[in-house]
Nanobody, 128 residues
Framework: VQQLVESGGGSVETGGSLTLSCAFS????????MAWFRQAPGKEREEVAL??????????DYAASVKGRFTISQDKEKNTMYLQMNNLKPEDTATYYC???????????????????WGQGTQVNVSS
């Protein structure tokens, strides 16, 4: 059974940076589409992924809202995905979740409905 565990959240000031990690345990890391989602305080989890990566070949995609500020990456030897977040803004305050499904990223993989495995979330607070 695949499990995802996020870490790396914390509190930063506007303009700061954080790197989130998502450790994948179980079989088949190298054949998953993995993504980051977030849920702001008092809101539903955003329907659309912030960024995604196909673990087989490392291909990445970004939502327009974070492109240029966030970078998704992986370490295949550690079965771990990362989200480097730069120039953080108060509106980035949220619980960040990693998610995975067991096939290549498709157009449908922008939606949280595509994902079968989720981490527990890690909190990011950005103060002004």
């Amino acid at each position: 059974v695949q499990q995802l565990v996020e870490s790396g959240g914390g509190s930063v000031e506007t303009g700061g940076s954080l790197t989130l990690s998502c450790a994948f345990s179980g079989y088949g890391y190298s054949s998953h589409c993995m993504a980051w989602f977030r849920q702001a305080p008092g809101k539903e989890r955003e329907e659309v992924a912030l960024a995604r990566i196909y673990t087989w070949n490392g291909n990445t995609d970004y939502a327009a809202s974070v492109k240029g500020r966030f970078t998704i990456s992986q370490d295949k030897e550690k079965n771990t995905m990362y989200l480097q977040m730069n120039n953080l803004k108060p509106e980035d305050t949220a619980t960040y979740y990693c998610a995975a499904h067991g096939y290549a990223c498709t157009s449908g993989s922008w939606s949280q409905a595509a994902y079968t495995h989720w981490g527990q979330g890690t909190q990011v607070n950005v103060s002004s």
